[in-house]
Each structure stands twice: as C-alpha cells, then as structure tokens.
C-alpha cells in the first residue's frame, strides 16, 4: 500500500502516526518496574563517600556513598514511631516536627485539596524512607546514636501570622551537638540553619517527594536547578544512586502538584543523590559546620513560586517542550487575569494560537486544494510513467510548479501543531491551577477527565467534521477508511485525559473547522477566476 502513496501522502500519515506515538507513549507507558524491596525494617543507612571522578558536573568531586552497604530502603517502627516535640501552624501549612528533628507532618492549607472526608494534603508519607529535614552522617557509628539521640525544642507550639518566629532544635551526640535554626516566614517559607560543635560530614534531605497527586502522566521524582541554571530530572525507578550536583541552587522531590524544596541562590549546595529498593531517588545536601539555606514545601503554584523567587518557577516540570510549555502557560496566566475562568482561558488561548499559525496554515489549505485540483492530472502522470519513476517525479514536478502547488505544503501546519500540542499538554496536565476550576455545567474540575464523555465525542465529532471539509487526494481506498478511524482513535486516547486539554483540542478542531471553509470559499473563486480543472 506504501508504494502507492504519494510523498504528501506518506509525510501525512508520518505526522499522524508520530502524533500518536507520543499520545500513547504518555497513556500507556507504565512506570518504571520497581525493584523489589529487600528488606522493610532496615535502619537508617550513612552516607559515605570515596574519592572518585564520578559526577557529570566536577570531575574532581567525590561520588556520594559506596555501595558496600544497601541503600536505605525503609524506616524502622521505632522510628517511625517517634513522638512528635513540636506543632507549627502558618497560613499557608500546618507541621510537626519529631524528636529525631524531621518533619514528620506538613498539612497544606488548601481548601480546594481538602477530601470528602475533610483531610488536607499531607506532603510527609509515615513510610517514606527519608523525612524532610533528616541528618545523614557518614560516620555509621555516630549515625547510628543520631537515630537514638532525641532533639530537644526551644519551643513546643509555633504559631506564624504577620512576622517571622523562630524554633531553634538541639540535639548531644557523644562527638557533636547539632543546633538546627529554623525560622518560619508567614509566606509559607522558611530559613534554615544548621550550627556544628565540631566539623563533621553529613547530610541533610528535603525529604522523599511527596505522595499527595501522583499518577503515570506525570513527572515525579527529583529536580535539580544546576549552577548554570539548566534542570536535571531523576524519575522515579531511574536513580543510579550516584549522581553529584556541585552548586546547585534548586533540590526539589516533586510529585504532580506538591514539592518539598531547598533553595539557596546565593552560594548553591552540593547535592547528592542515592536511592532506595526500588530505586526511587533520595536526594540529600552536604551540609557543612556552620550552614545555611531555605526551604519550600507546598503546592506548585506559579503565582506562589514567583513570589518567593522566579527562578522557583522551575520545579514545575513541563518536559521536552519545556521551552514551549512556559510562555504558553504566562499567556494562559495572563488571559486568566483578564477573563477569571480557566475554561474560558483555554478557549481564547486556542484561537489566539489559531489566529498567530493562521498565516502558515492558510497556505497549507490552500495547497491541499492545489493538489486536490490537480488529482486527475497527476493519475495521469503517474499512469504514463508507471515504469520511469525518475521521469515521472519530473512531470510531477513540473506540474507542481505550473501551478504553484507544494505537496509538502499541507504537512507544515501539522507538524507545527505537534510541539504547541505537547507544550500545552504538559501546561494543562501540571498546571495545580486547574485543580477543581470549573467551566459550564457539568465540568466542575478541569485537571480531571469529563465525567459524561461529552468533550472527547465532541472532539471526535469536529475532528471528522474537519476531515470531511478537508480537500484529499487518496488514490487507495484503504488508506481513505484508515484516516476516517482516526477520530475514534483519538477520542479513545483523549477519554481519560483532563477536561481543560480535551477542551483545547475540541476547540482547536472547531476553529480548524471555519478555518477550513473559508480557505475552501478562497480557492473556490481562485478556481473560477484561473479556470483551474
């Protein structure tokens, strides 16, 4: 059948099916497969390090641990029994802290994640293996005694209105007392700072990403800023468990909506990275004597992030088409500002785009319909020169040009589609924004999928609506039923995905749609001024 196909034809269908690859790579992929877990009651491991050249930034930078000893795969009961010393409560969270001097409980106040049930969002999971705030050292002794050694807290009770108020914990080892500073700002940040008696190595982690908003669209793991200002990511059941990262100034363990970050963009911190039994990323700072940085756990809210530093704006995690993903979701913010409906915002966001590809578009359309005109003229070609291939891409050519047709010319609308389709994806997947937003009647939450199907038929509906309207030159039978089941294709894809990216692509078709019978309407007294068969 492929050799029947003409070469507008093929890069059509190549289009069509790379765009189906990458919607069924982000719906059906599963998660990486997790290592089974050796051992659930293992105790705490140190971190060690050696001397090699073993990290993708310095090469004179120590890798993080050795492997002689299993990674920390769990917590025991005992310790994640532990009592809790002291309450915070500040307008944007609710937190404990227990007496090994880790967050044990961090409650997001967000009505709009509040359960049936009235629970709030809790970023701390009892079973994670590694706790926000925790002290690794890499004395095994002495991390040992860290485990068994309670805190004391200055205070028992922190509550944080208009002004910063400060919990200052303690901990006596047999070699070292370790004061941990923390002071809570009432925009939901905070300081820390971590005093040594003596100079020791250790460590310390913003905690296992959070569990709140997990699901398989999505990135979850670990997120670094890097000196330069670029990003890595390390996904869950992807760590090697020895990444180094010298000067960072962004650690983040994020799931869909939540993150639980350091920051310090002023001197950095090294950050190194080891991993659990089912090699799900840990990641862990180098403290040392005397250190500080700040701290953020919450929600992925852009409003929120900028707030405390643009360059915060970067734990939200668009992918590939990041460089896309970003000035599509400031538009969409800013649209948002003027029109307060995120649904209303993503149908003006649509046909702005619409309206800025229309030019390139056009010319696509109009091309289609050459091509359509000329169908009977290129059979003809074709059937003459059926054995001459060189001769007939020639005559073809040579038609192409009398006319001023571009078989390639209805592809290049297409392919732009494909990077605006995934960067807009990636926003309206991400986007906490769109949590419980509604729009109409029936869509009460655009992050989630349309409860009565409505959306993917009407997408469907306009995508073979489009179809129909649109000029085509299949000389096979077969190829014009395959591209007609398109549509329930894409409505079987688009059946679970959130409401607010259903709603793009319907009305993106519909638009598509007008402007499909308005370019038809051109070319139609295009063909009766030139007398074009």
Known sequence: ???????????????????????????????????????????????????????????????????????PAGITKEQSDTKNIANIITPAFHAKIDELGRISLYEVLLEKFKT????????????????????????????????????????????????????????????????????????????????????????????????????????????????????????????????????ANILSACDKYFATTFYNFKDGFDVYITKDAKEDPLAFVKGSKEFQLSGYAGAK????????????????????????????FILLKTIHSYIGNWGWAIVATTILLRLVLFPLTYKGMVSMNRLKALSPKIKEIQKKYKGEPQKMNAKMMELYKKHNANPMGGCLPMILQIPVFFAIYRVLLNAVELKHAPWMGWIHDLSAMDPYYILPILMAGTMFWQQRITPTNFTDPMQEKIMKFLPLIFMFFFVTFPAGLTLYWFVNNLFGVLQQYYVNSIFKKEKEQKGVA
């Open 116 to 247: 049936k049930d009235g629970k709030l969002p809790n970023l701390v999971d009892p079973s994670s293996p590694v706790k926000p705030l925790e002290i690794r050292f890499s004395d095994p002794a002495l991390n040992e005694e860290a485990f068994k050694v309670p805190y004391t807290a200055s205070s028992s009770d922190i509550k944080v209105s208009n002004e910063d108020k400060e919990l200052v914990l303690t901990q006596k080892l047999s070699k070292v007392t370790i004061t941990k500073k923390i002071i809570f700002h009432p925009n939901g940040t905070y300081s820390l700072h971590i005093s040594l008696s003596n100079p020791v190595e250790y460590y310390v982690s913003p905690g296992f990403r959070p569990k709140e908003a997990s699901d398989k669209f999505t990135f979850m793991g670990v997120l670094i800023r890097k000196a330069d200002g670029t990003i890595d990511t390390i996904k869950d059941g992807g760590a090697k468990g020895n990444e180094v990262y010298m000067k």
């Open 1 to 71: 059948m492929l050799d029947k196909m003409t070469q507008q034809q093929r890069m059509v269908l190549a289009v069509v099916l790379s765009f189906i690859f990458f919607v069924a790579y982000d719906f059906l992929l599963p998660k990486p497969k997790h290592i089974a877990q050796e051992n659930n009651q293992t105790t705490q491991q140190p971190l060690t390090t050696q001397k090699a050249n073993a990290t993708p930034i310095a090469s004179s930078a120590p890798a993080p641990m050795e492997n002689k000893t299993p990674t």
């Open 301 to 328: 809210s852009h409003k929120r992030l900028a707030a405390i530093d643009p360059r915060m704006t970067d734990i939200i995690e668009y992918g590939f088409f990041t460089f896309l993903a970003k000035p599509m």
